[in-house]
């Protein structure tokens, strides 16, 4: 049987904890930060543990957005190449469904985070068996390794009630930025959190991390898990 699914939340946030302004991010375009999101959200970290679960699926991630965060998303970009998109939006029937070369599949659209959950954790329950018996139909599905919850506010709102919700990815943005959606959450007030070392971060993340300047703004990658 498949491991439980845990949930990571990946975010950059202000001093003032605003992650957006009006339907997009509030600050210029930091090709840094978003390559160290994109490197994060991609990587599929080695099978070290368990090398008897191999069964030949693709092992890939996956991202959770809500509706209007796929919108900001520009079309070229989605669904978010290389990992399995999920879309959570109380409007299933609205959402525009397309598959586009170069995604992994979809988007999956579902009607909630714990929709998406049920989901993925549906996608790898069954193993292929000794035989081999199911192979052909799940071949081609991905395995889904991890689940990162990429914003917006209500999406990280509703993945912090989950017991599954056990890390969080935050890009401290230090520069100042007129906001209009707020991350809920002070990480470092919040004894639900403890801030990892920066070996936790770079074990996890398979990153170098140290402070970056772009654009005259300065930003620096921290991790938090939860202990409660
Ligand atoms: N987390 C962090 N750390 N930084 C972010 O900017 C961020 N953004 C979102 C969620 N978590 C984040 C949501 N917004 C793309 C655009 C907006 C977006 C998330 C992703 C996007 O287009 N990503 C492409 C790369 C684009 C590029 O190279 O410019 C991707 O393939 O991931």
Redesign the pocket.
């Known amino acids: 049987s498949a491991p439980p699914l845990s949930l990571t939340l990946?975010?950059?946030a202000t001093p003032s904890l605003g992650?957006g302004k009006a339907g997009?991010?509030p600050w210029p375009?930091?090709?840094k930060?978003?390559?160290?999101?994109?490197r994060?959200?991609?990587r599929v970290p080695p099978r070290t543990d368990a090398p008897e679960r191999e069964n030949g699926r693709k092992r890939v991630n996956t991202?959770v957005?809500g509706r209007k965060?796929w919108d900001?998303?520009?079309e070229r970009?989605?669904p978010?190449?290389?990992?399995l998109n999920v879309v959570v939006t109380r409007k299933p029937e609205a959402f525009p469904s397309a598959k586009k070369k170069g995604a992994v599949e979809g988007p999956i659209v579902v009607g909630s985070v714990t929709e998406a959950v049920e989901r993925l954790q549906a996608l790898n329950a069954q193993a292929v068996n000794a035989d081999g018996e199911g192979e052909e139909d799940r071949q081609g599905q991905p395995e889904v390794e991890r689940v990162?919850v990429?914003?917006?506010a209500t999406i990280y709102d509703a993945a912090l009630k989950l017991s599954q919700t056990d890390r969080v990815?935050?890009?401290k943005i230090e520069n100042e930025f007129e906001c209009d959606t707020f991350f809920s959450v002070e990480l470092d007030k919040d004894e639900t959190w403890k801030r990892s070392s920066r070996e936790g971060l770079e074990e996890f993340t398979g990153e170098k991390v140290e402070a970056v300047e772009e654009k005259g703004v300065r930003f620096e990658?921290g991790m938090y898990e939860r202990v409660k």
């Open positions: 990946i975010l950059a992650i997009t991010l375009q930091l090709r930060e978003m390559g160290y999101f994109k994060v959200t991609m991202v957005m965060t900001s998303i520009p970009f989605r978010l190449e290389g990992r990162f990429i914003g917006g990815l935050l890009t990658f």
